[in-house]
């Protein structure tokens, strides 16, 4: 199995750091939603200074309830889903126009200020599961609707190291939102192919 610890490089945090920091730069907010497997991702994005300036909200609709709940309609594919993902994005994105405080720098701007990114993934697990483990994330901002997904093979990863993978997968979203250096040579080295589907907004 892929070890956690060699998919972490230092290079990765340095990213992270630049994505955050013209993310805070920005007059962009952002609306996270995590159905469960990869929520530490939220982590990585509120632990550091200043993360109010650029995140509205970050939401876990981990049953299947809540995520209809957050929805607010019946899924039309799978939960953990490219279709899905990019759903849940464009909610996500809705809801950070909505919830953005009143007063904020960003409220009078235009609709490029506002951007969703979605992450639904089946992780590995103890219990036994019909498909393969995936991960899909999306990000809806005012210029694109992208999903990038990732499968791992089965006995290739462990929980840690899946986790390590979806969180880099969060990272490649900011990254593409504001402009920042992709981290694509993460994918290579955790031996995973990071396939990506583009529309225009």
Request: glycine share 8%; hydrophobic share 35%; with cysteine.
């Amino acid at each position: 199995m892929t070890d956690p610890v060699h998919l972490n490089p230092r290079a990765s945090e340095d990213r992270w750091t630049e994505s955050l920091g013209r993310l805070s730069g920005s007059d962009i907010r952002v609306a996270i939603v995590v159905t469960g497997g990869g929520s530490g991702a939220i982590s990585r994005c509120f632990r550091r200074e200043g993360a109010s300036r650029s995140f509205v909200e970050a939401v876990i609709p981990y049953s299947h309830a809540a995520l209809l709940d957050y929805m607010g309609r019946a899924l039309e594919d799978s939960s953990t889903s490219p279709a899905t993902a990019r759903t849940l994005a464009t909610i996500a994105r809705k809801r950070a126009r909505v919830f953005t405080d009143p007063g904020d720098e960003s409220d009078e701007r235009d609709s490029g200020s506002w951007a969703g990114i979605a992450l639904v993934a089946a992780l590995p697990t103890s219990r036994l599961r019909r498909g393969e483990d995936r991960i899909h994330v999306a990000l809806r901002s005012d210029k694109e609707s992208t999903v990038w997904t990732v499968h791992l093979a089965k006995g290739t990863h462990t929980r840690d190291s899946a986790e390590t993978v979806a969180d880099e997968m969060m990272l490649r979203a900011l990254s593409e939102l504001v402009g920042a250096e992709a981290n694509d040579g993460f994918f290579e080295r955790a031996g995973v192919q990071l396939q990506c589907e583009r529309d225009e907004a």
